[in-house]
């Protein structure tokens, strides 16, 4: 079979499916007739389509369509995988970046790398690669990285605002702040006076890095962050952090949670002199040993959830309570790493440099010239302390109430695993400071976002984890479109499936 145009004398062209049997020339079906240049070559297409069919008869089902039919499967058949983008992204991530007051920054580049860092996180090479894939836009890495220069120059103190003012309201008001540091490690090798060779929290101990503190509100909402040198003792960082926040929006002192790494005298004075309470995990191993006499006197007779205050010189107080679920992981703990510990002492890999105070090691002691053992003794002495956690406070909160308070703590460790895994902040690649530090703006930015996804989806209970509906938003599609008539481009969102309709509503509700 082949296809075939007959000039009517009215001057269409009627475009036809021709069959030869036995010498004998017959139209297997008329697949349409018209006068529109463009009209007359869909058909003719469809008729070289249909001759292809090596059944006649299903020629003649084929000419049981109707033109409208036609038109449409030829309408399908126009398009290609670059009229179709990934909508979801901005859709969802878009419509909270303008909630939060983001799109007040007049830097497009900007809102792209934020959304970027949130649906597809990695490298600004892959950024690149993700808006010309999705977003059909061409641009250079060199491009991105100017970007990054303008927004250090430009906007980064004015993100850093918006993000701040938006937890304000969200919180109604910074009345608890809670701090932490981490560390971010590079891929380069060599050192500068930002980027340092230090103790690192992620294990790389031979790449430079730095550090990065970070204050965040109830629930984990960002307030501010700071950047320091890779070899900055995280204790010393608190103070520098509470002061350029506080001094940029002058909020009234906070009470300061923060882990027993930030516990001092100096951070602990320094805090009371600026108006600060302060609730901080304490050390009660290292306290003096009047007051370690204190808590094992009290401790006998503690139960779950028992506690005791310990009152100071200073005015401070010192609470220790016990939990029997802690004993227990306390127990199971020392018994794990001394059965480490007795597998190397039997093969012989203990010498005397192993005797110290790191870990499990602080169990060994040394006898006579040369033999190394266990002190049953010290375990004995360190099983007393299971199951009991202090907290050092100069508040005159009751004792739940800074349990409470303390508990939110995990909520600025999460923010960090966010930072890490979810939005993949680490490795750095930059290695000039203003872009270090606008790479590290636009992971705040994406943090609050982020946040912001995760508080609507706990307010409406939805079921869904703000990394499961970053997910969701990669196969949330539109596809764009050129009208036949006005040869107008359109763009129509395509069908969503239920989980994807579920996170749309909740995003765009009022």
Known sequence: ???????????????????????????????????????????????????????????????????????????????????VHVAGPELIFGKLFDRIGLNQIPDAWFRHMVIARLAFPSSKLKTVDYLYRYEGKVVTVDALYKSLDRLHKRHKAQIEKIVYEHTRKRAKGISVVFYDVTTLYFEAEDEDDLRKIGFSKDGKFQHPQVMLGLLVATGGLPIGYNLYEGNTFEGHTLMTSLKGIEKKYGFKPPVVIADAAMLSKKNLKELEEAGHEYIVGARIKNESDQIKREILKHSVSMKDGDHLFIERDNGSR??????????????????????RLRKKLKSGRLTKQSINQ????????????????????????????????????????????????????????????????????????????????????????????????????????????????SELTRTMYELEYTLPDSRTRQRQLLNMDDEQSLLYRVVNEK
């Open 1 to 83: 079979m082949f296809a075939r145009k007959v000039k009517n004398r009215s001057g269409s062209v009627s475009v036809q499916v021709i069959s030869k049997e036995q010498g004998r020339y017959r139209v297997e079906c008329t697949v349409g007739t018209s006068s529109d240049p463009e009209e007359i070559e869909r058909l003719w297409m469809e008729a070289k389509r249909r001759a292809k069919e090596e059944n006649p008869k299903q020629g003649r089902l084929f000419s049981l369509q109707s033109r409208d039919d036609l038109s449409a499967k030829s309408f399908i058949e126009s398009f290609s995988n670059a009229d």
């Open 318 to 339: 010192l609470l220790v309570t016990y939990s029997s679920t802690r004993a227990h992981k306390d127990s199971s703990n020392r018994d794990k790493g001394l059965r």
């Open 358 to 469: 790191r870990g499990y090691n602080k169990f060994l002691t040394l006898k006579g010239e040369v033999m190394i053992t266990i002190d049953d003794e010290k375990i004995r002495r360190d099983g007393k302390w299971d199951g009991l956690k202090g907290y050092q406070t100069n508040t005159k909160f009751p004792a739940k109430t800074i349990i409470e308070n303390y508990s939110q703590l995990w909520q600025i460790e999460k923010a960090f695993r966010i930072s890490k895994t979810d939005l993949r902040i680490r490795p750095i690649y930059h290695y000039r400071r203003r872009r270090i530090e606008s790479h590290l703006c636009v992971a705040f930015a994406a943090y609050a976002v982020y946040k912001e996804l995760e508080s609507l989806l706990k307010k409406n209970r939805v079921q869904m984890s703000a990394q499961k509906a």
